[in-house]
């Protein structure tokens, strides 16, 4: 785990050195994805796409250019987003008759055509997805994945004939988030946000958190229940069973690069950082150790290897560049390839190779036991899950009255806002919101000592 | 083949019906892309990344926003676009202190990164693309997938040290599309594009051409060679071996979602689309033919033979809505699914599966010989190629005097540009340009009687 207080530092350099992104790009907050990062990026996207397929959601793409009288149909969603909006005025010489916004989201784009695409209750669920480039104009300070101003995202919208089946795809959207994150070596906490943080046009919002080696939370997900809030400025209605037509009920639920700087700052260490074989592009790269007299030898046996291991479905690769072996070591690391081989003389002779997994374990395997690296990866996977998840729980302080201490805080909460921000000012820290599965609580609000119903969960974030 | 005359039609229709877009967003010339067309869509990129894998092309994504100081830098390259760009102005109340384009393609963001990324000859040749949402500003009328306002765009771009490795790369590029244009079996033609129309920037520029029903080309693809015309405005520099710097040579190829609307087109028939099965997100349809009494077993019996195709890697779905089996039929011949396996009572006492073809063929298979369904998708992806390519050259007319021909003309040119527009005009077609391979020539220009060096080619065009 990285040091606490230089963690946002080697981010920051990180980022560059394993060859994720470059940000030497002239627009501020817009970064350049570099091959190895986007390879990453793509393999994230193609686990969500797979639990979309097992749910049923169709992947759908929508115009990036939302018409400004489109956006402005639902009043709380103009106000969260209207100071973030990029717009396009003009196209060549001319001035648009009307202004057209870069998405910052989708609502606005997708719910018009919703209100065509949708006639009756056999319409329903509508569920659908996209990945996308998205726009926010942030004002404060950018990081690479975690807070840019061309994002790349992940939205999921459903349509559902009542509150009760827009309650259902909630529980599903959290069964997603947990299958998901966890294939990512993520651990995270769910939290209902508190209402003066809800996003712009919802009921309410959960929040998927998880806990960066700064002890900071990053917002890694996001899921919302709107009811009928666009449905009915959208009109998207649905012909019930009974031969009235009602307005739907409605759900998002919004993930981003945000999940690969997770990925990045979670499971980094000094040497650099630990992708889960889950996503990385490479699982395991194979270093020749070459002696004298051997050089031949030594790379035909590598080859041989990345042979029989791309067989089993492995991605491999063979460092033949000019370097000492130890220099690879240093770079690969950098990059977090999970597993790496060493083939020497000495693993020629005893029919092995050599075993290092990127969190430092060393083994010999017999050359003809190579099946088992896939088992060696599943294990690594949940050895870092493991280690981030301890990292998680020491940091998970629930406590009866407000104590300065490093990382989430848990105290028992009446639930009215002036008492939560009380916390917030006092804590110096974010309300991220209510335990979700709900928790009981049998304890006096920490601020206005009266029953507490629940507990407000708080924690400096980024 | 579609009616010549009816063919616009029908296509401006078939978009909709097959599912493919939606044409009703309220930005004109910006469709949706529903679920159906763009898993099509996904799949012709997965073809492309295949390619570009093969031949050693790194993926990068770079931002959409250009600021409009580097969009100035190449003088041709303004001058084609400035016109067709979109321009964002402000971003939340604020007016931006430069104004941003949306990329109606990369050059200009790629090109400032690349003067970094490159250092030495070592670093060369680099090999990039990304596939990317494009926009421009088209005054002419708008077409789903061949004339659209936001683009699903692929531009690969690349340096070289010198002149002839780039020409090494335009030959590679040649290769690749027609390795790719192949598995999507769409013929086409080659032609080097005379100079009054070369791309914006370009030193010349190579056309991919189909042949549409309509008897008019649709270009799907084109290959630039810049020589050092950006890589000095951008001073994209190389230290060469002589240890002096040199500016690189660069080339590019582009395509786009009009590589979907050539499928769409090209294949079409008065039923519907005919997907070729490289990219048909379904490979097969199985339809229940029930009588009374069979119901539970016939049902069975799909779902059986579904299993058993998946487990060979095809893409199966059975029907088992409640509709009479030709409406069925009418459905997916409208989708353009390869292969309907049709299974009654009939089937099932002899044993077998009736299969017929998108293209009509109808046959029965051993229900143990599943396993030709393999070779049948080959074969049909063969047919449907030969006979775009007996179409093509049916309607490819090669002849010494400008005859008004339907198709495309084929007549001997001195390479004099105001011979080329005479030929323009007189048959009210545009050039496609010069055949390539470079094709000998014995005749006279057909305009000004000198010696013919080449031969140009025109056609009505998209």
Known sequence: MMDRETFDE?????????????????????????????KIMQNIDALIRKEMQQTGHDEVYFPLLIPESYFQKEADHIKGFSQEVYWVTHAGDNELEERLLLRPTSETALYSIFSLWIRSHADL?????????????????????????????????????????????????????????????????????????????????????VLMPSLKTLQVG???????????PFNITYEGLDGAHHYCHQTTYGMSERVLGAVVGVHGDEKGIKLPASVAPIHVVIIPIIFKGWEEKIGKECRAVK?????????????????TPGNK????????????????????????????????????????DLEVIEEELRQYDRRIHDEADAFLKEHLHICTTPVKKEGIIELPWCGKEVCGLALEEELDMKSLGTPIPEKECHEKCAVCKERATTWLRLARTY
């Open 307 to 323: 042979d029989e291991l791309q067989q089993l479905g492995i991605r491999c690769h063979v460092d033949e560049r000019e370097k």
């Open 222 to 232: 996001s899921i919302h229940q709107y009811k009928q809030n666009f449905s009915e």
């Open 125 to 209: 669920p509508l569920k659908t997805f996209q990945i996308v480039n998205t726009f926010r104009y942030e004002t404060k300070m950018t990081k690479a994945f975690i807070r840019v101003r061309e994002i790349h995202f992940f939205e999921a919208h459903t349509c559902h004939a009542d509150f009760e089946d827009a309650e259902r795809q909630i529980q599903e959207d959290l069964n997603i988030a947990h299958s998901f994150l966890s294939s990512l070596s993520l651990p995270f906490l769910v939290s209902k946000r508190p209402d003066w943080d809800k996003f712009a046009g919802a009921a309410y919002s959960i929040g998927l958190d």
């Open 329 to 368: 070591f240093y770079d690969w690391e950098l990059k977090g390839v999970p597993l790496r081989i060493e083939i020497g003389p000495k693993d020629m002779q005893q029919g092995t190779v050599t075993l290092v997994t990127r969190d430092g374990i060393k083994k010999q395997v017999g050359r003809n």
């Open 10 to 38: 080697w981010y920051h350099e990180i980022v560059e050195t394993a060859e994720l992104c470059d940000k030497r790009y002239p627009v501020k907050g817009m970064n350049i994805w570099r091959p190895y990062g986007w």
